[in-house]
């Protein structure tokens, strides 16, 4: 078994060695590496300003005619800026759905989901041009769809991001540039939509024009900042163009996926990295069989791995290691459909991964192996400490090393009196001066004695309180006497008092207080507090309404028989209208549902009608609001009764 084992992993690792070898070259990487900014980046220049999204046009590219208009026009400009829209949510390894192209004239918007799509390397014609400027904002993860999907590749590549690091601003999202620069909320919500989606829906077009449509002017406003904070050792604009180059040099890879040593893009040891496990052998036999279990699934349906199993059930099935369906719905909650639909397969690969993960190796073991083969666990690499031949340590292997090097000579202050060696060790002491505050008291060789009584006495002069002792508590008739009970001349005694209370007596001797008993007063409904309340109510002695009779009917006002009888057609109005809107509903949910008509459907991006034009530069634009949408909403959720002022009832704040 330890040599089949061994024999495994050494074929996995030459197949490793052997990818590393045959890695895939960037065909333009000599022209970006000797590539440089435009002159016109490394001058001040007013920042151009950008037109209303009214006056400017924005045009659907859906034909390889139109790609081909787009083309001549993009081959005149200086300065163009460019941004993608991708979809990995259901797919395993995305695709680019949308690629948005704008000057400072026009955006284009191309839908990049055409059958010809391949056809889109002829805009390497002005990618690779490093004459024309391209500006992206976070390039990163845009350069590999580039090359994967659309063979394109990025030569003179500026990326706002880089820039931003190098101002040091507080936010690096195109977001809060665009908030910055051009007053301008964009509404981040749609970055995650699925832009498969045809016909595309007005906010998803207007979203994604915005990404481009000001950044021309955003990177103007960043290149006129970034020539003022220059020094010269220190040029920002050279900075932006070393980590831009970092950028377009990226390579695309296949994603292989590696079992045992879990690397590549969508391996498992990334993802082991981001937390800190304690696993066990079988724990992470079943982490591994499952990550397995998913990836395979993923690119058989085509499907995105969150899609299939989100990384918070991996890691509490790996930690639970449930074998019965039961278990399994227990530690995944909510179940996803692709887990439901394979819960049988997925046991089986559980408890087939418990098996496995006894003699497997361990997660130390596996660390170790991609530390020293392939260089991964750098996080983890053990850092050896310099043996030096020193004794010394602490401030005394720092003074050590200064006179040694001459730059503090013995006959200095500070070499003498903090070199001290009692015992072959040295000994740190006071210095008797100091280069900023001058001559410096001694320490006294012991503290000052402590004195109570001067602690008090300070402690007096600062918080002047009267001296007090136990003997001032005990003494006779020093302790506060109750106040006496004051009882008001307006308010007699009652005659009768209450059967079983006693009442409280003014005398020579200690007062008794005595809280007198209240009647048992009926709360009252919240919709009677508007009620007109009899004075007099409620009674003081414990007695009963005066209008209340033996039989409990009350001989009402006329006024309060009348609000009572107002509210009571409230309701019955309310009740009626209720019904009303009851059986309305019903008669709507009778009506026949007519289905949408997909074959009589507008095309997929001239769907807008008035909010585009064509390619011709036709009229008629409506004004783009990004913010149309958010305002069709509910009123939201209905006040409750308590949120209101109510007679009684104080609120300390209201929503």
Request: with cysteine.
């Amino acid at each position: 078994m330890v040599l089949e084992r061994q024999g495994k992993s050494a074929s996995s690792i030459t197949i490793a060695l052997f990818l590393t070898m045959v890695r895939y070259k960037h065909p333009y990487a000599l022209e970006i590496e000797q590539s440089s900014f435009p002159p016109s980046t490394y001058q001040m220049a007013p920042a151009v300003p950008f037109t209303s999204p009214d006056d400017s046009a924005v045009i659907f590219v859906d034909t390889e005619e139109g790609v081909q208009r787009m083309l001549e026009e993009l081959k005149n400009a200086k300065e163009i800026a460019i941004d993608l829209e991708h979809n990995d949510r259901r797919s395993y390894v995305g695709l680019v759905c949308l690629m948005q192209i704008s000057t400072r004239e026009k955006d284009w918007i191309v839908d990049t989901l055409k059958p010809w799509r391949e056809n889109l390397q002829i805009l390497n014609d002005v990618f690779a041009d490093p004459n024309i400027l391209k500006v992206f904002h976070g390039s990163s993860m845009d350069m590999i769809w580039l090359q994967r999907d659309l063979g394109l590749y990025v030569v003179g590549l500026f990326d706002t991001y880089h820039a931003c690091c190098a101002l040091q601003f507080p936010g690096k999202s195109l977001k809060y540039l665009l908030q910055r620069f051009a007053n301008f909320q964009a509404q981040k919500q749609y970055q995650t939509a699925d832009w498969r989606v045809r016909p595309l829906p007005a906010e998803l077009i207007d979203y994604a024009r915005s990404d481009t449509h000001y950044l021309l002017y955003i990177y103007d406003q960043l290149r006129n900042m970034l020539l003022e904070a220059s020094t010269p050792g220190d040029n920002l604009i050279d900075r932006v163009l070393r980590g831009s180059k970092g950028e377009a040099l990226q390579v695309y890879e296949r994603p292989i996926y590696d079992r045992d040593r879990g690397l590549g893009a969508f391996g498992w040891f990334d993802l082991l990295m981001q937390r800190s496990v304690k696993f066990d052998n079988e724990q992470f036999g079943v982490f591994r069989a499952v990550h397995e279990w998913r990836d395979k699934k993923a690119r058989d349906w085509d499907e995105g791995l969150q899609y299939v199993m989100s990384n918070s059930a991996l890691w509490s099935i790996a930690e639970n290691m449930p074998t019965y369906s039961g278990g399994l719905h227990n530690c995944v909650r909510p179940m996803p459909k692709p887990v439901a639909d394979n819960a049988k397969e997925l046991i089986e690969v559980i408890k087939q991964g418990k098996i496995d993960g006894r003699n497997g190796p361990s997660v130390h073991e596996v660390m170790l192996q991609n530390e020293e083969i392939y260089s991964a666990g750098r996080r983890y690499r053990r850092i050896q400490k310099k043996e030096s031949d020193s004794t010394y340590q602490g401030v005394g292997a720092i003074l050590q090393q200064l006179t040694e090097s001459g730059e503090v000579q013995l006959g200095q202050n500070l070499a003498t009196t903090a070199l001290n060696v009692s015992n072959g060790e040295p000994v740190a002491t006071r210095s008797v001066s100091s280069h900023f505050w001058g001559a410096v008291m001694p320490l006294q060789e012991s503290p000052f004695p402590s004195d109570d009584t001067a602690a008090l006495d300070a402690l007096g002069s600062v918080l002047p309180l009267p001296t007090l002792s136990a003997a001032s508590f005990c003494e006779a008739g020093t302790l506060p006497s109750p106040p006496p009970t004051r009882v008001k001349a307006s308010e007699p005694a009652p005659a009768n008092p209450v059967p079983g209370v006693t009442s409280s007596v003014q005398g020579d001797g200690d007062d008794v207080f005595i809280l007198k008993e209240l009647s048992h007063i009926k709360k009252r409904k919240a919709e009677d507090e508007d009620d007109d309340v009899p004075v007099g109510w409620p009674p003081t002695n414990g007695m009963d309404h005066p209008n209340t009779t033996e039989s409990g009917d009350a001989a009402l006002d006329p006024t309060i028989a009348a609000r009572k009888l107002a509210k009571q057609q409230k309701k019955a109005e309310k009740r009626a209208k209720k019904e009303a809107a009851k059986v309305e509903a019903a008669a709507i949910a009778a009506q026949p549902v007519v289905p949408f008509d997909y074959a009589s459907a507008e095309s997929l991006l001239h769907s807008i009608g008035d909010q585009s034009v064509n390619e011709d530069g036709g009229q008629g634009v409506k004004r783009m609001n990004p913010f149309a949408k958010a305002l069709d909403t509910s009123t939201g959720a209905r006040r409750p009764k308590m949120g209101q002022e109510l007679a009684g009832k104080t609120a300390t704040f209201k929503s």
